[in-house]
Every structure is written in C-alpha cells, then in structure tokens.
C-alpha cells in the first residue's frame, strides 16, 4: 500500500509562487508516475502535470505551461511542483496522485488533498 503525503499548499497574492510537495511511502515500485491533479470549486478535477521515474515530464493543462513546474528527487520517492506567477484561476485543491504505469490517466493512489488559495 502506498500513502501520499503533500504539503506546502496555502494562500498567496497574485503573482507569487508556492511549492507543493508530496512524498510516497510504499514499494517505488507502485509509483513510477506521479504527478499532481487540481479541482476548483464547481469543477470537475483536471490533470495537471506529471513526471515519471525516468524524467520523463507532461503537462496536460496548457494554462500552466511556462509558469508550474514538476521535478522528482527518485531517492526520497517525492515529486514537487513549482507554480509561479500564479493566477486566481489556479486556486483549487490540489491532490497528489501516483500509477503503477506510465502517464497519470489511470490513479492508483490519491492524496489527501491540499488547498492553494490566490488572492487577487
């Protein structure tokens, strides 16, 4: 079984940046994609970018393309993603999400959840 602990969510101006972070427990094995979705209230939960063991990077929602960015330290099982110039559209909850497979389409585990807040 694999757990997913994130961090680092909060409120911030427009304009600022947060770093979310999520460390796995579990096999290394289970997690060889990982990466972050987000829902926005009244909206459905989108992907929004994620990495596998190899580096290998993708970011599915164009609105974050040039501002967030996804990285993996492989040796503490932990993904982060920078989000600069953040905008209030980006305010949502964040979950940190994991698969067994290549991509992130298929979940096989979830995060609690962290909320990230843009004030304008």
């Known amino acids: 079984q694999v757990q997913l602990v994130e961090s680092g969510g909060g409120l911030v101006q427009a304009g600022g940046s947060l770093r979310l972070s999520c460390a796995a427990s579990?096999?290394?094995?289970?997690?060889?994609?990982m990466g972050w979705y987000r829902q926005a209230p009244g909206k459905q939960r989108e992907l929004v970018a994620f990495?596998?063991?190899?580096?290998?990077?993708?970011y599915a929602s164009n609105s974050v393309k040039g501002r967030f960015t996804i990285s993996r330290d492989n040796a503490k099982n932990t993904v982060y993603l920078q989000m600069n110039s953040l905008q209030f559209e980006d305010t949502a909850v964040y979950y940190c999400?994991?698969?067994?497979?290549?991509?992130?389409?298929?979940?096989?585990?979830w995060g609690q959840g962290t909320q990230v807040t843009v004030s304008s």
């Open positions: 999400a994991a698969a067994k497979g290549l991509g992130l389409w298929k979940v096989d585990y």
């Open positions: 579990g096999s290394a094995f289970s997690t060889n994609t």
């Open positions: 990495i596998t063991s190899g580096g290998r990077t993708n």
